[in-house]
C-alpha cells in the first residue's frame, strides 16, 4: 500500500493517518498499542493520537521496521516522515535538488 509522506525536519516523531492506518489490510501484522497523550504541533494546537504501532516503510527499495504514531493529522498528505526515522535511516537531505537521499537511494 503507497502512502503520501510530508518529510517535516520539525517533526521529532513519524506519523501516519487514522484513515491510512484504517485501509490498511487485515493480517498485514500491524497493531497498535495505546498512547497516553497527544502530539503538540508548531502552532500549539493538540493532534488526537490514536495509538502507536511498528511498520515497515519501504523507499527506494530499501525496508526499515520503525514505531509510528498513528493520529488524526488532517493533512493533504497521509503521513510525516519525522526526525525520528530519518536518522535512523542516515538520511540526507539535498534541497538545491529538492531530494532525499537513504543510503544509496536517491529519492
Known amino acids: 500500500m503507497g502512502v503520501r509522506f510530508l518529510i517535516y525536519t520539525g517533526a521529532t516523531v513519524t506519523m501516519i493517518a487514522k484513515g ?12 497498535l498499542y495505546e498512547v497516553t497523550g497527544n502530539v503538540l504541533c508548531a ?4 493532534l488526537e493520537v490514536v495509538g502507536k504501532g511498528k511498520f515497515t516503510l519501504s523507499f527506494g527499495g530499501k525496508r526499515q521496521e520503525h514505531c509510528v504514531i498513528v493520529a ?21 537531505i539535498d534541497f538545491v535538488k529538492h ?3 537513504i543510503e544509496d537511494a536517491v529519492l
Not at 43 to 46: I, N, S, V
Not at 79 to 88: P, S
Open 20 to 31: 491510512v492506518y484504517e485501509r490498511m489490510a487485515p493480517g498485514d501484522g500491524s497493531w
Open 99 to 101: 531530494s532525499l537521499k
Open 72 to 92: 488524526n493529522i488532517g493533512l493533504t498528505v497521509e503521513g510525516v516522515l519525522g526526525l525520528d526515522f530519518l536518522k535512523i535511516v542516515g538520511s540526507e
Open 43 to 46: 502552532d500549539g494546537k493538540l
